[in-house]
């Protein structure tokens, strides 16, 4: 109950003077909307990362060919054709921690499908297993089989963007269009993904068996492919699947102990993981900066506290002189302090909010990737509310301390 009625008597003592409380919790409100607004920012970017890197697949594994040397000149990573499909069975068969994987060769050309072309932004031979290593669903039809990738068959999967530019409202399953005058049968289309980080739209895919690529429209008998995407199990597998895709290739490659490998293998965990990081370390960084205001806002309430006790040592004696103690004048001051920290935190909060939601917006009008995701960061709303009361109480005890040791005598003389 008393508790109660100091917060009473201290939101009449605000509200006497309420052009003094709102200058005096401005510098709160800036902190508190500041660091949410960064905190918010900061977790929408580390989500699109995130989602990002699992759109990629369910924790995929590449494995390159290794670079090849000319002379003194070292060419880039998978110039050295030393991959081949039976890798990628290997793995999915021999390896314990790795749930699925599949070959892939590029190539590119013209999709043609009778008066309409368009160019996919990837043209791409697979194995079977490419859908679950990728987490990637179909929308319509099948994927093709082991049957089709032994026969090099003229069948494809297409992104809804292919369906969009040569079919319209058609059903394009069933339908053939053709690449490098092949004929390929439309025999599935793809869940739309959208674009990627860089703004480049993953539905403009054109699917095929890696044979087909590589006997009918690349014209080649050889059996290598340009890199091989393995899943793990689980994501807390992904070192081991990794150690074991290492340990069949140096088998199967017959690399000695000592020998450079002729291949590579990359976890996008680890990627991720270090993007999560960098993302992280700059919403602390800016989040610390923003979190200077509020320091700022502490001494503030700090001074206008004690302007307070200054302008009410009357009627502090006279509170005295009627039976209040000391630590009933330090308790009505600090919760003074602590409402108006509280109320900064609260405004600063909602300002800090709407502050998040406005910047995603413009940040998502401006690029053509990925819209970043809204996030309002409840765990910065929980640290906003506890810091400005900490802030409260550590600037307002100075003030309220002074105020409780007040000699009565010396308080009611005082004009």
Request: hydrophobic share 45%; charged share 20%; net charge positive.
């Given at each position: 109950m008393k508790l109660l009625l100091t917060t009473r008597i201290a939101l009449r003592a605000l509200r006497k003077n309420k052009m003094r409380a709102g200058l005096?919790?401005?510098?709160?409100?800036?902190?508190?909307?500041?660091?949410?607004t960064m905190v918010s920012i900061g977790q929408s970017a580390s989500d699109l990362v995130q989602g990002q890197f699992q759109s990629l697949g369910t924790n995929v594994i590449?494995?390159?060919s290794a670079s090849q040397r000319e002379g003194a000149v070292r060419h880039g990573r998978g110039s050295s054709p030393t991959l081949t499909a039976e890798d990628a069975a290997s793995m999915a068969k021999e390896c314990d921690a790795v749930l699925a994987a599949s070959?892939?060769?590029?190539?590119?050309?013209?999709?043609?499908?009778?008066?309409?072309?368009?160019r996919p932004r990837e043209l791409v031979g697979v194995g079977t297993d490419y859908l679950t290593v990728r987490n990637w669903a179909l929308r319509q039809g099948g994927f093709f089989t082991e049957r089709d990738i032994h026969s090099a068959a003229k069948v494809c999967i297409i992104g809804r963007t292919l369906v969009a530019k040569l079919f319209q409202t058609t059903n394009p399953l069933g339908k053939t269009i053709r690449i490098r005058n092949i004929p390929l049968q439309v025999i599935g289309v793809l869940e739309?993904?959208?674009?990627?980080?860089?703004?480049?739209?993953?539905d403009n895919v054109v699917i095929v068996p890696y044979t087909t690529v590589r006997k009918r429209l690349q014209g080649s008998s050889f059996s290598n492919v340009d890199i091989i995407l393995a899943s793990a199990r689980s994501v807390h597998r992904m070192a081991e699947a990794e150690s074991e895709i290492r340990q069949?290739?140096?088998?199967?490659?017959?690399?000695?102990?000592?020998?450079?490998?002729?291949?590579?293998?990359?976890?996008?965990?680890?990627?991720?993981?270090?993007?999560?990081?960098?993302?992280?370390?700059?919403?602390?960084?800016?989040?610390?900066?923003?979190?200077?205001?509020?320091?700022?806002?502490?001494?503030?309430?700090m001074n206008i506290m004690l302007v307070s006790v200054t302008e009410r040592t009357r009627e502090i004696g006279i509170r005295m002189a009627v039976g209040a103690r000391g630590r009933d004048i330090?308790?009505?001051?600090?919760?003074?302090?602590?409402?108006?920290?509280s109320i900064g935190g609260i405004v600063g909060f909602g300002l800090g909010a709407a502050a998040?939601?406005?910047?995603?917006?413009?940040?998502?009008?401006?690029?053509?990737?990925?819209?970043?995701?809204?996030?309002?960061?409840?765990?910065?709303?929980?640290?906003?509310?506890?810091?400005a009361g900490a802030v409260g109480v550590f600037f307002g005890y100075y003030p309220a301390r002074r105020a409780s040791r007040l000699d009565p005598i010396d308080a009611l003389r005082y004009e």
């Amino acid at each position: 109950m008393k508790l109660l009625l100091t917060t009473r008597i201290a939101l009449r003592a605000l509200r006497k003077n309420k052009m003094r409380a709102g200058l005096t919790v401005l510098g709160v409100v800036i902190g508190i909307a500041a660091v949410t607004t960064m905190v918010s920012i900061g977790q929408s970017a580390s989500d699109l990362v995130q989602g990002q890197f699992q759109s990629l697949g369910t924790n995929v594994i590449v494995i390159f060919s290794a670079s090849q040397r000319e002379g003194a000149v070292r060419h880039g990573r998978g110039s050295s054709p030393t991959l081949t499909a039976e890798d990628a069975a290997s793995m999915a068969k021999e390896c314990d921690a790795v749930l699925a994987a599949s070959p892939m060769v590029f190539s590119g050309g013209q999709v043609i499908y009778g008066n309409t072309n368009w160019r996919p932004r990837e043209l791409v031979g697979v194995g079977t297993d490419y859908l679950t290593v990728r987490n990637w669903a179909l929308r319509q039809g099948g994927f093709f089989t082991e049957r089709d990738i032994h026969s090099a068959a003229k069948v494809c999967i297409i992104g809804r963007t292919l369906v969009a530019k040569l079919f319209q409202t058609t059903n394009p399953l069933g339908k053939t269009i053709r690449i490098r005058n092949i004929p390929l049968q439309v025999i599935g289309v793809l869940e739309e993904k959208g674009a990627n980080i860089v703004g480049e739209d993953q539905d403009n895919v054109v699917i095929v068996p890696y044979t087909t690529v590589r006997k009918r429209l690349q014209g080649s008998s050889f059996s290598n492919v340009d890199i091989i995407l393995a899943s793990a199990r689980s994501v807390h597998r992904m070192a081991e699947a990794e150690s074991e895709i290492r340990q069949i290739l140096y088998e199967r490659h017959h690399i000695h102990p000592g020998d450079p490998p002729d291949f590579d293998v990359q976890n996008t965990t680890e990627i991720a993981n270090i993007l999560g990081i960098i993302t992280g370390t700059m919403t602390l960084l800016l989040s610390s900066i923003a979190g200077i205001s509020l320091l700022v806002g502490g001494v503030g309430i700090m001074n206008i506290m004690l302007v307070s006790v200054t302008e009410r040592t009357r009627e502090i004696g006279i509170r005295m002189a009627v039976g209040a103690r000391g630590r009933d004048i330090l308790r009505q001051f600090l919760v003074e302090s602590v409402l108006l920290s509280s109320i900064g935190g609260i405004v600063g909060f909602g300002l800090g909010a709407a502050a998040s939601v406005g910047i995603t917006k413009i940040i998502n009008s401006l690029s053509s990737g990925t819209p970043w995701p809204v996030v309002i960061s409840f765990k910065a709303a929980v640290i906003s509310m506890l810091f400005a009361g900490a802030v409260g109480v550590f600037f307002g005890y100075y003030p309220a301390r002074r105020a409780s040791r007040l000699d009565p005598i010396d308080a009611l003389r005082y004009e």
